[in-house]
């Protein structure tokens, strides 16, 4: 077990000499982790686990059980049916003690008892040779099927490791708990998430659209929710065009690119303000009527991606979770005030029943009013169809033009196109899955925020 994780978990890991190696580590585990290093898919499953304590021990733990459940049968091919491990072992026994005996009479001078010392621990050493060709000849017939299942017990490792490296992602800090506490917290968290069926769905989506959130915060350049739209000249590293920075790529250009730096004459993107209020807290009312089950773990995963794109810029973040009229519960998330089991808790919430707008719309107002989230844009989801009341409609369209907030509507309308004007008259922008797939409007509403 600990070679296994060493192998996976280490970049460069150390090897003991033979000599230092039992018959059975020499013959079978070298053997087994020959194969494994070996195999095509170890690399990929290295990418997964190096430097990454959590996702390397679940991923050998996988791939120890897997073998183990067929050590004996593997044992039984080396022994032959006759127990030649035990016997080499033995062999090898007398051998060490043979040798000392030699060693001893060597250094004695008793040139008498030294020739008889020497043949029997040459002879023994033929036996215990003899014995170990026998073994390796059987091991040599099934070598395909050590090989087959090598490949099998990689391939569910590989499926674990995944699977906690998308844990950590999803719902830990990503690291794979480098640190002793972090380690354990994260423990905690892989623990919870494969003990219920609805975080682990959500950690399908969830794993995804933080990676792309993360890439779009290393690979984007952003100035709040303004938009780029002509070039200029300036020193603005987060700016720069990606030609500019070809410079980089070579030492005879560098001191070319630290001149334009120092004189502001890099080409870089000029930007323009949106008009529009933005970059502020967010507020998601999300529906949670029966007819949205299937699609739960989606909106849950977009939520809790729109809550950490909040969290990591100081914003506040708040779920209405809503479904008949007057059904709803909402979590509120401010910078610092809430914990991990919240989040779980959050997302684990589902109330069933039908379709009401005024209710979540009502309570996203609350919120902007009344819970320090003037600068807020709301993000609303729903399956279903619902017309507003025309005074609430009213109300709600004074407040939004006072307030200058904005409302971006996903309409999950895949199974039936074409039913967005229940939407039209309170959202600025809606986005259709019968238009666009899950993925791509996640994408849209997610990095159109980070």
């Known amino acids: 077990m600990r070679d296994v994780f060493q192998s996976f978990y280490s970049l460069s890991p150390r090897k003991n000499d033979e000599s230092e190696l039992s018959d059975t580590a020499r013959l079978i585990n070298s053997r087994i982790l020959k194969?494994?290093?070996?195999?095509?898919?170890?690399?990929?499953?290295k990418a997964v686990c190096e430097g990454r304590r959590l996702p390397a021990y679940e991923a050998a733990s996988e791939f120890v059980e897997h073998i183990a459940e067929n050590?004996?049968?593997?044992?039984?091919t080396a022994n032959g049916g006759k127990k030649l491990l035990n016997v080499l072992e033995k062999l090898r026994e007398k051998e060490n003690s043979l040798r000392e005996t030699l060693e001893r009479r060597l250094s004695s001078h008793n040139d008498g008892n030294i020739l008889k010392a020497a043949n029997a621990l040459e002879g023994k050493a033929r036996q215990a040779a003899a014995v170990e060709r026998i073994i390796r000849e059987n091991l040599q017939t099934n070598a395909e099927a050590v090989k087959l299942l090598i490949v099998q017990a990689m391939l569910s490792a590989k499926e674990k490791a995944d699977e906690t490296a998308l844990a950590l992602a999803a719902w830990g800090d990503g690291g794979g708990g480098s640190d002793k506490n972090q380690s354990e917290l994260d423990q905690e968290i892989i623990d919870k998430v494969r003990r219920s069926e609805t975080l682990r769905e959500i950690t399908k989506y969830l794993g995804r659209f933080k990676e792309m959130a993360a890439k779009s915060r290393k690979n984007g350049y952003a100035y709040g929710r303004g938009e780029k739209y002509s070039l200029e000249y300036g020193n603005d590293l987060s700016r720069v065009v990606s030609s500019e920075l070809a410079s980089l790529a070579l030492k005879e250009t560098?001191?070319?690119?630290?001149r334009k730096h120092q004189r502001k004459r890099l080409l870089?993107?000029?930007?323009?303000e949106a008009v529009f209020k933005g970059g502020g807290d967010i507020i998601m009312c999300l529906d949670e009527s029966d007819s949205t089950s299937d699609v739960a773990a989606w909106g849950k995963a977009l939520a809790l991606t729109l809550l950490d794109a909040a969290g990591r810029d100081g914003r506040s973040f708040a779920l209405v979770h809503f479904s008949d009229k007057g059904s709803f519960k909402?979590?509120?998330?401010?910078?610092?005030q809430y914990a991990t089991e919240d989040i779980f808790t959050a997302a684990e919430t589902f109330l069933g029943g039908g379709t009401d707008f005024e209710t979540p719309l009502a309570e996203a107002l609350r919120i902007i009013n009344a819970e320090g989230f003037e600068n807020a844009d709301i993000v609303f989801v729903t399956d279903g169809i619902c017309a507003l009341a025309d005074e609430f409609a009213d109300e709600f369209g004074n407040e939004k033009a006072a307030r200058g907030f904005t409302v971006t509507g996903v309409l999950l309308d895949a199974e039936s196109p074409g039913?967005?004007?229940s939407l039209t008259p309170f959202c600025d922008v809606i986005y259709r899955t019968s238009?666009?797939?899950t993925e791509s409007v996640a994408e849209e509403i997610v990095l159109a925020r980070v």
């Open 435 to 437: 238009e666009l797939t």
């Open 330 to 336: 909402t979590d509120i998330f401010r910078k610092g």
């Open 268 to 272: 870089q993107y000029k930007r323009r």
């Open 71 to 76: 050590l004996d049968s593997f044992l039984e």
């Open 35 to 45: 194969d494994m290093t070996d195999g095509e898919d170890h690399a990929a499953l």
């Open 254 to 258: 560098l001191p070319l690119f630290l």
């Open 419 to 421: 039913m967005g004007f």
